[in-house]
């Protein structure tokens, strides 16, 4: 493996990532406090993905016919300059909700064309058995950054102006496109690797291709799971924190601090955690997220509430992380692109459909009952994983490889 190239890729995955949680946890805090309404919480997360439910599709064959470096560049730039444009409303004092929401649509649309570019060259310029390892390694980097950039968040929330914590965010993502610039990478295009095709007959035929391995449609659903409970959660933990625990901002950074904590654990267990439970992974994963929201519904105790958000955080990442690097492995290198931009399709639509009706959950019987209801395609999901850990090609790669 190239270690300057695998110290770049991490930095990229790390600022991108720090910066993204920072602006995340500062946006929804702010939002709720200026607005007192948990449903506009809900509209936030929502509103995000509806712009990828279109845009993913497209992404995926513009990925896998593109340069893959030259496309995360494009969205970390675009990216620094939605910030810029946020700072301003809050350097000029031109608050709006719809403009918070509105900018908050382009970053997250931004984010689908980023992520998978990244994840793409990473299947690309890495021998296929060195993927696990990679794949284990972004994780980790990213949930660090996740971590960093939450407590700073929770603590610039309450310490400086939102200008001044925008203009620190902004940074981070210029720091994060740079490191994307200073990767060293030759698209397969360019070594005269891809036959051409028109744009429609790669549309068409990422769809032929999930169908033809169909256990493709049980990592989406799985990996789905995972990502609906990691961003409902970090949507509505402003809420919970402000209301059910009746804490504040610094309050709400360790909370935050703690969930992250828990991916960065499972980056370190993610090898350990494969090999002793191999095709039983998902489920034993999604005991532990069912275990986490279960303790999150019914305390009220700071203290306690560290340990359900830690379980969830951990959990969450282990869906996440494990079973990513098990599609990416069954997946040939010139789908990678459409069956990542496939998979956040699936993520984000989960969360478009449920984000306004947990907003209105929250608001009108207490947000505690949002997490309650997280635990329905927790049950479900380990039902499909109980049936998905059976699967023959399930089978062998987990007991093939390691991650």
């Given amino acids: 493996m190239d270690r300057f190239l695998t110290q770049k890729l991490m930095s990229a995955y790390f600022l991108y990532e720090c910066g993204r949680a920072m602006y995340f ?50 969205a970390g730039l675009l990216s620094a300059c939605c910030l810029l444009g946020l700072w301003s409303t809050f350097f000029f004092g031109w608050m709006h909700l719809w403009i918070f929401i509105s900018s908050h649509m382009i970053m997250q649309t931004l984010g689908s064309l980023f992520r998978p570019s990244l994840q793409a060259l990473v299947a690309e310029v890495y021998p296929k058995e060195s993927l696990p390892r990679i ?25 400086v102006t939102m200008n001044v914590s925008i203009a620190i965010v902004l940074f981070l993502y210029t720091a994060g496109w740079i490191a994307v610039t200073r990767l060293a990478y030759q698209p397969l295009f360019e070594r005269g690797l891809r036959p051409p095709s028109s744009f429609l ?54 909370l935050d601090s703690v969930f992250s904590i828990g991916g960065i654990t499972a980056g370190v267990l993610g090898t350990w955690w494969w090999s002793t439970f191999r095709n ?15 303790i999150v519904v019914w305390t009220q105790q700071v203290w306690v509430s560290f340990i359900g958000f830690f379980l969830i955080g951990l959990s969450t990442s282990f869906v996440r992380a494990l079973l990513q690097s098990i599609q990416q492995m069954v997946t040939d290198a010139d789908f990678h692109g459409r069956m990542s931009s496939l998979r956040m399709l699936c993520n984000q ?23 309650l209801m997280l635990g329905i395609p927790v049950v479900l999901g380990i039902v499909w994983s ?8 399930f089978l062998e790669i987990t007991a093939k490889q390691s991650a």
């Fill in 135 to 159: 794949f284990s390694w972004s994780n980790t980097a990213t949930i660090t950054g996740s971590l960093t950039g939450a407590s700073s968040g929770g603590l610039l929330a309450g310490l």
């Fill in 280 to 294: 039983r992974l998902g489920i034993m994963s999604l005991l532990l997220m069912a275990a986490g929201l279960l």
């Fill in 349 to 371: 639509t989960s969360v478009v459909v449920t984000g306004p009706i947990f907003g209105l959950i929250a608001e009108g019987y207490g947000v505690r009952y949002v997490f």
């Fill in 201 to 254: 007959n790669e549309l068409k035929g990422g769809f032929i291709y999930v169908h033809a391995n169909r256990m493709l449609y049980g990592l989406f659903v799985m990996t789905m799971i995972g990502q609906l409970t990691f961003h409902t959660t970090l949507g509505f933990l402003s809420v919970y924190t402000s209301e059910h625990l009746q804490q504040d901002a610094f309050v709400y950074g360790l």
């Fill in 25 to 74: 946890v500062l946006i929804t805090w702010f939002l709720y406090q200026w607005t007192d309404n948990a449903l506009y919480t809900g509209l936030l997360v929502s509103f995000g993905f509806v712009p990828g439910l279109f845009s993913n599709l497209i992404f995926g064959v513009i990925i896998d016919r593109g340069n893959r470096k030259r496309l995360a560049e494009i």
């Fill in 386 to 393: 109980v049936i998905q850990s059976k699967h023959p090609a």
